[in-house]
């Protein structure tokens, strides 16, 4: 089971999605970053954010609901990007990047925000990859 889908069904209450929330993930969003699979960038949902801000309150308040994420949020696109002084001409000097949708991130955000506070307690001490405010180094 997904680890949204546990969340909402374990009876972990998660709190409910809020307006201002979704706007301060969208103002969190860094410009001059490449678009997504979708050719939607930061600057694009930014400046329409006055009239989308309902649109991605309601899916992010469904995804909670219902656990589930669309598709569309879970596709990316990948592009090789050289590793610093390396040979372009070794495939093993490249290391791959994936643009995850925009909309997507917005979600991810949120869910993140609401979800860190039952999962770290819970993380293994020897797990601290892609973990905030957390360092191999001792």
Do not use: C, W
């Not at 089971?1 to 307006?19: A, H, I, K, Y």
């Not at 706007?23 to 979708?38: C, F, M, P, T």
């Not at 694009?44 to 219902?66: D, G, M, V």
């Not at 994936?98 to 860190?116: D, F, P, Q, W, Y």
């Amino acid at each position: 089971m997904f680890l949204l889908q546990t969340l909402t069904n374990s009876g972990d209450s998660l709190e409910p999605v809020t307006r201002r929330d979704i706007e301060k993930h969208v103002a969190a969003l860094k410009n001059q970053k490449a678009a997504d699979v979708h050719g939607i960038s930061a600057e694009h949902i930014k400046l329409a954010s006055p009239h989308i801000i309902s649109i991605l309150h309601q899916l992010t308040t469904t995804a909670f609901k219902t656990g589930r994420l669309p598709d569309t949020f879970k596709t990316g696109s990948v592009t090789p990007v050289i590793k610093k002084s390396k040979s372009l001409k070794l495939p093993n000097n490249y290391r791959r990047i994936t643009i995850a949708s925009i909309v997507g991130k917005i979600v991810e955000k949120h869910m993140l925000k609401h979800t860190r506070p039952v999962l770290d307690p819970t993380q293994s001490r020897l797990q601290f990859g892609f973990s905030g405010g957390i360092s191999p180094v001792y």
